[in-house]
């Protein structure tokens, strides 16, 4: 079957500094990852869209500068966030397409940042 | 403005009463789905239902994409049916990403 490991589940960090969220497709082959973030008391909203030999489209609000993605085959995707700070805190979300109308996503990296 | 109109934003019931949670969208849309979020905030999908009515035991999803909306209904409910439960739509573009709605907290008392 096709499955979506994220880690780390759970991570905290300082103010300022930065953290890495990995997503590893297994079973299938990643062609689209899409990164999501859901804040306190917030639904999820889309961060960027990755596609294999695509450029990275970030959604508006979201900067490469600030949440750089890495998807440099069709089974893994990572996603740094650059100097953190309170209003980055939230719940990140990979899903991942193999090309169908189907988003597998990830348990989720539970950000909290201190 | 806000492409997913979820509703209720929370809704508490009796053990055994049945929920009708609704999904409304602004724009046209390709597909939708429902999602269950668990405690520890992972997502669960429970339909995918570009169109029609899907049914899973207890679970029944109506998608009518001409009028863009669709409804979870829970019948019978039980505690454990307890959670989040979000729409997300699949806008026409065509590329696989999702707009969630705000979510509907439900609460099942015994």
């Known amino acids: 079957g096709a499955l979506v490991y994220q880690y780390p589940r759970r991570t905290i960090c300082k103010s300022g500094t930065s953290m890495r969220m990995e997503c590893q497709a297994v079973g299938f082959q990643a062609t689209s990852v899409a990164w999501y973030r859901q804040s306190p008391q917030k639904t999820f909203e889309l961060i960027a869209l990755s596609t294999v030999n695509s450029a990275i489209k970030y959604e508006q609000n979201f900067t490469q500068e600030k949440f750089p993605i890495s998807h440099p085959n069709l089974s893994f995707s990572s996603m740094t966030v650059l100097n953190a700070y309170l209003e980055d805190r939230g719940l990140y979300l990979c899903?991942?397409?193999?090309?169908?109308?189907?988003?597998?996503f990830g348990a989720g990296t539970r950000l909290s940042v201190l | 403005g806000q492409q997913v109109q979820q509703s209720p934003t929370s809704l508490v019931l009796q053990e055994g009463e049945n929920a009708e949670l609704q999904c409304n969208f602004s724009?046209?849309?390709?597909?939708m789905q429902w999602f269950y979020q668990r405690p520890g905030g992972s997502l669960i999908s429970v339909f995918y239902n570009p169109s029609g009515t899907k049914q899973s035991g207890r679970l029944t999803s109506t998608t009518v994409i001409k009028e863009r909306r669709s409804s979870l209904h829970i019948s019978s409910s039980q505690i454990t049916d307890s959670g989040t439960y979000l729409c997300a739509m699949e806008p026409p573009s065509g590329s696989w990403q999702l707009i969630f709605g705000s979510g509907t907290q439900l609460t099942v008392m015994p």
């Open positions: 899903g991942a397409s193999r090309g169908q109308n189907t988003l597998y």
């Open positions: 724009t046209s849309l390709n597909s």
